[in-house]
């Protein structure tokens, strides 16, 4: 969608400028991380992670796999420091927030199922809203408290204690 404003400039000459809107299609769940790793590019680099999410029954769950590039400092910096925890294979279950979701179809080139097709979900990982390390909760997420209803962006955030002390 792309929205068209013209604007009376001082010398009274029209001048017409172009902004992009989006409509926004947004996942919110948990799921457990996995495969985090860093892809360097020729204009930089960034991190790219597995999260398995939990859907359905709470007794028993099916799990969605999401391949995600990670989007901004915050969530960056938040993965960076579960990337010790996620090699030596503990658990960390985190709660998230998924954009841009796209799908691709791929075909299996090895093992028993070799020449079938499976789908791929991709997304970007915009938001870190807590971090569990096995049964430790350490980060959370703190929504800044006004008098005026935040932007989504306007959310501060805090660690707890034991999550600081990680290398």
């Known amino acids: 969608m792309t929205a068209t404003t013209t604007n009376n400039a001082a010398n009274n000459a029209n001048t017409t400028s172009t902004k992009a809107e989006y409509f926004n299609l947004n996942i919110k769940g948990l799921g457990y991380l996995s495969n985090i ?3 360097e590019t020729l204009n930089g680099g960034f991190l790219s992670v597995v999260i398995n999410a939990l859907s359905g029954p709470t007794d028993s769950p099916t799990y969605v796999r ?39 179809i791929f075909t299996l080139n090895k093992g028993e199922h070799a020449g079938e097709q499976r789908v ?8 870190v809203d807590w971090i569990k390390i096995g049964q430790a909760m350490v980060y959370k997420a703190k929504c800044v408290e006004s008098t005026h209803r935040p932007k989504l962006n306007q959310a501060k955030f805090m660690l707890i204690t034991p999550f600081n002390k990680m290398p």
């Open 120 to 127: 791929s979900l991709k997304a970007r990982l915009i938001k």
């Open 37 to 39: 790793r860093r892809i």
């Open 66 to 104: 999401f391949d995600a590039t990670v989007a901004g400092k915050e969530a960056t910096d938040l993965i960076s420091r579960c990337q010790k925890a996620v090699e030596e294979d503990q658990k960390v279950l985190l709660g998230f927030t998924l954009s841009n979701l796209t799908s691709d």
